[in-house]
């Protein structure tokens, strides 16, 4: 059952915008989106969420589409520290239960 | 201020063995969550506390369980130590239950080998 997808990797030259996409299609009317990033070995950092209107802070902005099915994280310049993986999360109703769920991430390379 | 501890950091155990990892939350979060992160699954959901409650769980068989004490430290345990138990256990905190519309907090993990 789906849950969230996102492509495998990315590479984004340094100083340039990483546009990330995530496709949720089976996101329930009320629950948010979240973004996290993790760099190896680490916990997951936080980096942004959202429910419907588009969102930004000093980390990045994330885009959701009308029909909340999909959402786009960008990071507007992006430095060779934001080399990760990335995650889109939403949580899925699960026999009663709301699983925030994980996807497989993208592992976004930032090079000079 | 601080953030999520989990401890211990790293730890080896033989099979059929059982553990217990512990998880403060930041202060005044009320809410933890753990987290079961291989190579093979990526990041699978164990289960998720609040106001010592478990609120949600995740697919696992009942050899892994939690708790939630009254500080809103949480513990887990897996009994009978498989090989697949391997993995990075992370544990995040939250303000609120289910964490809707805020964001999770996680702590750096303890890595389970088990041997």
């Known amino acids: 059952d789906a849950k969230t997808t996102q492509p495998p990797s990315m590479d984004c030259a340094e100083g340039r915008a990483a546009n990330l996409p995530c496709n949720h299609s089976?996101?329930?009317?009320?629950?948010?989106v979240y973004w996290y990033r993790q760099i190896h070995s680490q916990g997951p950092q936080y980096i942004i969420h959202?429910?419907?209107n588009n969102e930004t802070n000093e980390m990045a902005s994330l885009i959701i589409t009308e029909d909340r099915k999909s959402s786009t994280l960008i990071l507007p310049h992006a430095t060779l520290r934001d080399t990760a993986v990335y995650y889109c999360?939403?949580?899925?109703?699960?026999?009663?239960?709301?699983?925030?769920?994980f996807g497989r991430g993208t592992s976004l390379i930032v090079h000079p | 201020k601080a953030g999520v501890t989990q401890t211990p950091r790293y730890l080896i155990k033989t099979r059929g063995q059982q553990v217990t990892l512990s998880c403060s939350p930041i202060?005044?979060?009320?809410?933890v969550s753990w987290y079961q992160q291989t190579p093979g699954q990526g990041l699978q959901f164990l289960f998720e506390?609040?106001?010592?409650?478990?609120?949600n769980k995740g697919n696992f068989p009942g050899r892994f369980s939690g708790r939630q004490f009254s500080n809103s430290r949480s513990e887990m345990n897996v009994s009978t130590l498989e090989l697949g138990d391997s993995a990075l256990y992370l544990c995040?905190?939250?303000?609120?239950?289910?964490?809707?519309?805020?964001?999770?907090?996680f702590g750096s993990g303890t890595r389970l080998t088990v041997v």
């Open positions: 995040a905190s939250s303000l609120a239950a289910t964490a809707r519309g805020y964001g999770y907090t």
């Open positions: 089976t996101i329930s009317g009320n629950e948010y």
């Open positions: 959202g429910l419907k």
């Open positions: 999360i939403v949580r899925v109703a699960t026999g009663g239960s709301y699983i925030p769920t």
């Open positions: 202060s005044g979060h009320r809410s």
């Open positions: 506390y609040f106001s010592e409650t478990q609120r």
